[in-house]
């Protein structure tokens, strides 16, 4: 997550956007990144998928109060002053939400390997003789 996160800071510099606007986008990236932690991390054998399923009123509030907040802070002109961000593009923003979870989608790769490999198929099944 970390490698992704610097990746979208050094991205934006790279690509001319002042410190405000490159510090805006990291910090939704990283928030988008914690979420899908959260997510992922909910179950090490299930996925995010198939943990939708499961009932977690926390989840869904912190879910819930990141989906209100967080556009709240890149968009409210007050909020963007006291945390020193530029307003962000759209286009940027979805870089963001792409790097979150781009940040996570190797875990939930691992989780369906191991469990092809769990179900004896595959080559890296155990086999029983």
Same mark, same amino acid.
């Given at each position: 997550m970390l490698g992704i996160v610097l990746? /979208?800071? *050094?991205?934006?510099?790279?690509?001319g956007h002042n410190d405000d606007n490159a510090r805006g986008l990291t910090f939704a990236a990283l928030v988008v990144?914690? /979420?899908? *932690?959260i997510l992922t991390n909910r179950s090490w054998t299930r996925t995010i998928v198939g943990?939708?399923?499961v009932r977690n009123t926390a989840l869904w509030w912190v879910v819930g109060g990141v989906a209100v907040v967080l556009p709240l802070i890149l968009s409210v002109p007050f909020l963007r002053t006291l945390f020193r961000f530029a307003p962000p593009h759209p286009s940027?923003?979805?870089?963001?939400?792409?790097?979150g979870a781009v940040s996570v989608a190797w875990f939930e790769l691992l989780k369906l390997v191991l469990?092809?490999?769990?179900r004896g198929s595959g080559p890296w099944a155990r086999t029983t003789s």
């Open positions: 990746g /979208v800071f *050094l991205t934006a510099r790279h690509l990144a914690n /979420v899908g *932690l943990m939708m399923r940027d923003l979805m870089i963001c939400l792409i790097a469990a092809y490999h769990r």
